[in-house]
């Protein structure tokens, strides 16, 4: 069966998820994270695409983007490849593939799923066990969010300055937003339409969408259900 096309919309926000090969860490230090960030700053000013959330695991990515055109998220993620790659495969004395095949994306309405995603991609790190509060990780964008740090590499999203109208006041709502229990149909959720790349949103939002994004944006309802997919922290 033929490889479905990636859904990219213009103007719109994709969760995109990328992970090493057979698991291999994608970072084994600091620097490596430092580099990677560098590398993705670049490689999305070059493509016009605007980042509003990331978090760094250790053997995974998690991005929250906004492209301005069709083709931008793809040529971050390719630029990207290419430039942290070389680097991380000469350092480290390695050669070949590091990332799992092509990354994952998924489609987001941003009025309804924006805000949730950028809430699952910040609490990865609690999921994991590896940090008791989002602001605690440092290789997130939940520092910029809560105040307690400026990231360069973001660019707010509208919905996410809609918290408040001072930066205490959006700060102090994001904090709120972190700490209400998520369902796990939540999570669920976000987690298959970023990787079997299908959209997320309302009834509403996905007629819109229809006929612009030049494929199926749901599933097909038939046949047997899909076994659980396992979902990445």
Not at 210 to 225: F, H, I, N, S
Request: charged letters at 25%; a positive charge; proline letters at 3%.
């Amino acid at each position: 069966m033929a490889r479905m096309s990636r859904l990219a919309v213009a103007g719109h926000p994709h969760h995109l998820f990328q992970r090493g090969n057979d698991r291999t860490a994608l970072f084994r230090d600091d620097a490596d994270r430092e580099r990677y960030l560098d590398c993705l700053r670049e490689a999305a000013v070059a493509a016009k695409v605007a980042l509003h959330a990331y978090v760094l695991m250790d053997d995974h990515v998690h991005l929250l983007a906004t492209p301005a055109g069709t083709e931008g998220l793809s040529r971050m993620m390719q630029a990207l490849g290419r430039n942290y790659v070389g680097w991380f495969n000469h350092r480290h004395q390695r050669s070949g593939t590091l990332w799992e095949g092509r990354f994952r994306s998924g489609l987001i309405e941003a009025e309804t799923w924006l805000l949730r995603c950028m809430r699952y991609i910040e609490l990865n790190p609690l999921r994991a066990g590896i940090a008791a509060e989002a602001g605690a990780f440092r290789w997130s964008s939940a520092r910029h969010h809560l105040g307690q740090a400026t990231d360069a590499l973001l660019t707010d999203h509208a919905l996410f300055w809609s918290l408040g109208n001072t930066p205490f006041e959006r700060e102090a709502a994001w904090r709120e937003f972190l700490g209400q229990a998520v369902a796990a149909a939540e999570v669920q959720q976000i987690t298959a339409s970023c990787l079997r790349g299908w959209a997320l949103g309302s009834t509403g939002f996905l007629e819109r969408m229809d006929g612009v994004a030049g494929r199926r944006l749901v599933p097909a309802k038939r046949g047997r259900p899909r076994k659980h997919e396992h979902v990445p922290i």
